[in-house]
Nanobody
Framework: QVQLVESGGGLVQAGGSLRLSCAAS????????MGWFRQAPGKEREFVAA????????YYADSVKGRFTISRDNAKNTVYLQMSGLKPDETAVYYC????????????????????WGQGTQVTVSS
């Protein structure tokens, strides 16, 4: 089992920045791919970014490329999502997620490909 706890959400003005953190505990290892999804009210859960176990490969939704950066510190069992240039329509609950083993990019973008989820952290972007 892997437990995930997100932090760092909050209220930010449009164009601002936030850094989300996700602390993992339990049976963690560099074999776990970590990811971030978000879900706005009334919408489906949406892929944001993912990172391979060794941090050598990263994947982003087209909508966040160039503005968001995913990273991980395996010594601390923590993954980060640095977000900049935030937009009001990016207001959502942001979820950290993990899966064992790397797979295709297409599958990494699907919520069903992940085994573990955190409780989420609210990000609100005001206009």
């Amino acid at each position: 089992q892997v437990q995930l706890v997100e932090s760092g959400g909050g209220l930010v003005q449009a164009g601002g920045s936030l850094r989300l953190s996700c602390a993992a505990s339990g049976r963690t290892s560099v074999s776990y791919v970590m990811g971030w999804f978000r879900q706005a009210p009334g919408k489906e859960r949406e892929f944001v970014a993912a990172i391979s176990g060794d941090g050598g490969s990263t994947y982003y939704a087209d909508s966040v490329k160039g503005r968001f950066t995913i990273s991980r510190d395996n010594a601390k069992n923590t993954v980060y999502l640095q977000m900049s240039g935030l937009k009001p329509d990016e207001t959502a609950v942001y979820y950290c997620t993990a899966r064992y083993g790397l797979t295709t990019q297409a599958l990494l973008m699907r919520p069903g490909s992940y085994n573990y989820w955190g409780q989420g952290t609210q990000v609100t972007v005001s206009s």
